[in-house]
């Protein structure tokens, strides 16, 4: 089982990028996805999520209005769409799998996820 984070890369403050999140060996389609950063001596936080059923997400305070997750389940795979990008975005940012099928809110605990996958660095340019 493994999760595949893509689409990091530099871009200007103000601009825009789309990550994905690949998943193999398995279907996640019952599972929320999540997705967090990790600046430079920072601890990981949580950004944005989508429940298992896809019609809900959440994003961090600090995100809201400029970060949304989607999924596409055929491709079993998840976005994190990220617009109006501030230098204090820079980060490496993974995704990860909710440990509990079917739940019905969405959490913001890392310690809730697992199959974290190798992260994408995300460079923001001021």
């Known amino acids: 089982v493994q999760l595949q984070a893509s689409g990091g890369g530099l871009v200007q403050a103000g601009g825009s990028l789309r990550l994905s999140c690949a998943a193999s060996?398995?279907?996640?389609?019952?599972?929320?996805m999540g997705w967090f950063r990790q600046a430079p001596g920072m601890e990981r936080e949580f950004v944005a999520a989508i429940s298992w059923t896809g019609d809900r997400t959440y994003s961090s305070d600090s995100v809201k209005g400029r970060f949304t997750a989607s999924r596409d389940d055929a491709k079993n795979t998840v976005f994190l769409q990220m617009n109006s990008l501030k230098p204090e975005n820079t980060a490496v940012y993974y995704c990860?799998?909710?440990?509990?099928?079917?739940?019905?809110?969405?959490?913001?605990?890392?310690?809730?996820?697992?199959?974290w996958g190798r992260g994408t660095l995300v460079t923001v340019s001021s």
């Open positions: 060996g398995r279907s996640f389609s019952t599972y929320g």
């Open positions: 990860a799998a909710d440990k509990k099928a079917f739940r019905a809110l969405i959490t913001t605990s890392d310690n809730e996820y697992n199959y």
